[in-house]
């Protein structure tokens, strides 16, 4: 059995490092296979760099990249949640739950009152709605640029009293 969420390291990180652009390739290989490429909405890695957006990594103690996630600064009080993957050999294990965390808490911290994200209506996406369901967000219209797809699904969770 691998890594616990007790072994989990989550930190500021470059999304250009090699293991981080191999875990966002697959990331964005996945969403092309699963979606139509116009429903496709993952950033590259280097937009992932640009300002106003905070990467994260999670690693287990031997520094093995087991997952990431980024927030999205929209507004004074609105963020969204980016390029939330957990590596394949971590999933099952609460990477994404401890991820998923560290970035509320670090929206709250920066006074964010909202966070949003989109995902995947397929089949394939279920673990992770079903993920960010369980920390509170609820289902929403499109926001930011978005507008309605029948293969994007959308969420907000307000973070008054978060935590």
């Known amino acids: 059995m691998g890594p616990t969420t007790t072994d989990v390291t989550i930190n500021t990180d470059d999304p250009t490092r090699p293991d981080v652009l191999e875990l966002l390739g697959e990331h964005l ?3 092309h296979a699963t979606s ?4 496709v909405h993952a ?3 280097t937009a992932l760099a640009a300002p106003g957006i905070t990467f994260w990594s999670a690693r287990a103690a031997d520094g093995t990249l087991l997952g990431c996630a980024a927030l999205k600064q929209l507004g ?3 963020g969204e949640l980016k390029s939330m993957r957990s ?3 971590a999933r099952g294990r609460g990477v994404g739950s401890a991820l998923l965390a560290h970035v509320l808490d ?4 920066r006074g964010l009152r909202t966070v949003h994200l989109e995902t995947g209506t ?3 996406f279920a673990p992770a709605r079903r993920l960010y369901e369980r920390a509170g967000f609820v289902a929403c219209p499109p926001f ?3 507008v309605l797809d029948p293969h994007s699904a959308f969420y907000r969770l307000t973070l008054d009293g978060h935590r």
């Not at 139509?36 to 429903?39: N, T, V």
């Not at 670090?106 to 911290?109: D, L, N, R, S, T």
């Open 87 to 89: 590596a394949t050999a």
């Open 43 to 45: 950033l590259d890695p």
């Open 106 to 109: 670090a929206a709250a911290e």
């Open 29 to 31: 290989a996945d969403m």
């Open 122 to 124: 397929q089949e394939y």
């Open 76 to 78: 004074p009080t609105d």
């Open 144 to 146: 930011a640029d978005y």
């Open 36 to 39: 139509p490429a116009e429903s």
